[in-house]
């Protein structure tokens, strides 16, 4: 038996991002940013009930402001207090991870996939999706992108704008595009 294109994303294969199954769970996503970008804050609360269902985790004290947007939703999983400032994106074509008391500045940006790097494959639709994951206590500044496959671990910083490229060891603060490392004080 063939694996769907579902099944190859999830295993981290190269896959069609142009499917039918895809296009219909992206869908999905669409509808429930929408009603979460669209309610009053009073009706939404933290986060609306159709996007905190469609996430694989969404831990108590979680905050998402509007707006927001999200690939999948079904591979997001935010840890206690994690909060999100408005704008942020996060493609989820693979698992992201946000880990308790993380914050996220306004129109931080999360990409899980990777274009294929040939024109004819890249105009296919073809492409690779990696995990992110950000540990514990990570402090990610606004308008910052955070590439796929990268981990952030327990307690770094992530200065505005920065360009995630490569992995940021715990406690460390990054700044720059691409992010480098900044010494310790």
Known sequence: ???????KMAAG????????????????AREAVH?????????RGSAAPELVSLFAGFGEGAFIEAPFHCGYGFNITLGKRVY????CVILDSAAVSIGDGSMLGPAVQIYC???HKERAQRAAGIEIAKPVIIGRDVWIGG???????????????VGAGAVVTRDVPA???????PARLLPRA
């Open 143 to 157: 308008s910052a992108v955070i590439l796929a496959g990268i981990t952030i671990g327990d307690g770094a910083i």
């Open 171 to 177: 406690g460390a603060t990054v700044v720059g595009n």
């Open 113 to 115: 996939a990777e274009h």
């Open 1 to 7: 038996m063939t694996a769907s294109e579902r099944d």
């Open 84 to 87: 999100l400032n408005a704008g």
């Open 35 to 43: 009603r979460h970008n669209t309610l009053s804050p009073a009706e």
């Open 13 to 28: 294969l190269w896959y069609n991002c142009i499917d039918p199954e895809l296009d219909l769970l992206r869908d999905r």
